[in-house]
């Protein structure tokens, strides 16, 4: 079957050309990675000068150490990890509920719960700034964590899978007397792990990439997060790209990695979600 | 002891639920309902707030600049959507063929959709830059552009908006692509088999099989694409501002600069309800169409 492939000329075609399309969409990040590996004040005559050696990794801690860059970084991993454990603990949390507790109002809360769906964040920020404001968590941590976590999505995802746990397991602890935290923690959590890493990828990729809202509730510079911070570095058109695209690259390098590590996971968590909407 | 079980679960049910009910309830559902009230008054940050009925909505409705920002991200939503849908299909066709390089197109493909949108506007901004950049600089090298001319990506409107939609579909393709990869991977492969057998030829079995049987996908694909693109922000804001002369400036930029810059909070409030309309009639018919997809494939 492959080797008639290979001799087919019209197939090589189609693989030439589509092995070009992945070149040109791969360039622009191995342009940006050239451009943060070259020494400042190089003479670029022609396109090739950015890809060319010698090569210095001295623009990352230079402009690591002694700049804000450091503290976005920062920012960017703490609001991330601390995002991503918030909204997988307690989107479980109420999925099982949801999933496996019979209780009166069950079906109407769970109505309540998908209405998120339906509302787009971006249509609702100003009232949001308005209402965080009121809050006083605007240029907070707190402020720039606590309006993530809960989305209808994650909570949807976990009570469909929830929902095909078997009721007679849990039942089973209930009899030996474990109370529903046991259940939960000892039970549920252990079974979920394919779904709860699914979760927890997307959201950590999510709050790091997250543009809109730290835009507006970030008001100081040390509350920063990468994406907020990075455009702030963009020069001039006489201003050499070197320290930009540095800067770029500590911003990409993280999800990049990440991305590569769970290729496979993130597919089908996306291809899940095409199913599901 | 019934009613003792009822009343536990009641108890613990609700405590399970309680944290992200709260959370969900002040972050997602108490905006829609806070904005409403903020888009009667003329409201701003400093304490300034005055009831005025329905003077906002009447208000953009003349405004001339809401006009064209409504009118700059229908207009991009049009164009750019079509062609990510199509992008998607032709790069998922690529990646579902028998190669050994399947697993690294489909990496490549969807490797941009992971950065950020500072991230991959900041690449594209540095690239379309004139004198310096990169796409300038490979147009000259292989001389469709003479060496004395340099395009003004960022300070003509249509290069603008070309330079954004490029970026766009660079930048979004991936997921769409993945989506279609799927649907292609469901199709089993006798039905390849036994068109060949038929005598199909390539082309036949792409217009009558495999086109047809995406169908559904395609059609939740054009939704989600629409509903994306109509949230556009974050690149034109960073790669042209929304210049040159806003005249590539989206809705949401006009909103972002009407709240935060002139801090008119009414006004933004009154003006996101258009988009908050849109939206939801995009969402509310791709859930339609799902639903009608997901009963066609039961039969």
Known sequence: ?277 | MNKKIKRKNLLVGWGFVLPFFILYTIFTIWPVIQGIYVSFHKWSLMGKVKFIGLDNYVRFLEDKKFISALGHTTWFSLIAAPLLVIAALILAMFANRPVKLKRGLRICFYLPSVLSVSVASFTAKYMFTPYRGFINGFLHSIKVLPANRELQWLNETNLAWAAIIIMTVWWTVGFPMLLYLSALQDIPPQIYEAASIDGATKRQQLFSIVLPLLKPTTYLVVMLQLIACFKVFGQIYMITGGGPASNTRPLIQYIYETAFKKNNMGYAAAMSYVLFIILVVLTAIQRVVEKKGAKADEI
């Open chain 1, 1 to 277: 079957m492959k080797s008639k492939a290979k001799r087919n000329p019209g197939s090589f075609i189609l693989s030439a050309v589509s092995v070009m399309m992945a070149i040109i969409f791969i360039t622009p990040i191995l342009w940006s990675l050239a451009v943060s590996l070259q020494k400042e004040g190089k003479q670029i005559t022609g396109i090739l000068d950015w890809f060319t050696p010698p090569y210095t990794l001295k623009n990352y801690p230079d402009l690591i150490i002694g700049s804000d860059v450091t503290r976005w970084l920062l920012n960017s991993i703490f609001i991330a990890v601390i995002t991503t454990v918030f909204t997988v603990i307690l989107s479980a949390m109420a999925a099982y509920a949801l999933a496996k507790i019979k209780f009166k109002g069950v079906n109407a809360l769970y109505f309540y719960f998908l209405l998120g769906l339906m509302v787009p964040g971006e249509a609702t920020i100003v009232p949001l700034f308005i209402t965080a404001n009121g809050f006083n968590l605007i240029d907070t941590y707190a402020g720039l964590i606590l309006p993530s976590i809960a989305g209808s999505m994650n909570l949807i995802i976990m009570v469909s899978f929830f929902k095909s746990l078997p009721n007679e397991l849990l039942e089973a602890v209930r009899i030996d007397g474990g109370g529903e935290l046991t259940i939960f923690f000892k039970i549920v959590m252990p079974l979920s792990k394919a779904v709860i890493s699914t979760v927890c990828i997307f959201s950590f990729i999510g709050s790091w990439n997250n543009y809109l809202w730290p835009l507006l509730c970030s008001m100081s510079s040390s509350k920063f997060t990468l994406p907020i911070g990075i455009p702030t570095f963009a020069g001039t058109y006489t201003v050499d790209y070197v320290k930009p695209m540095t800067a770029n690259m500590i911003a990409a390098v993280p999800v990049i990695i990440i991305y590569i590590i769970f290729e496979r996971q993130i597919v089908e968590g996306i291809s899940m979600s095409g199913v599901k909407g």
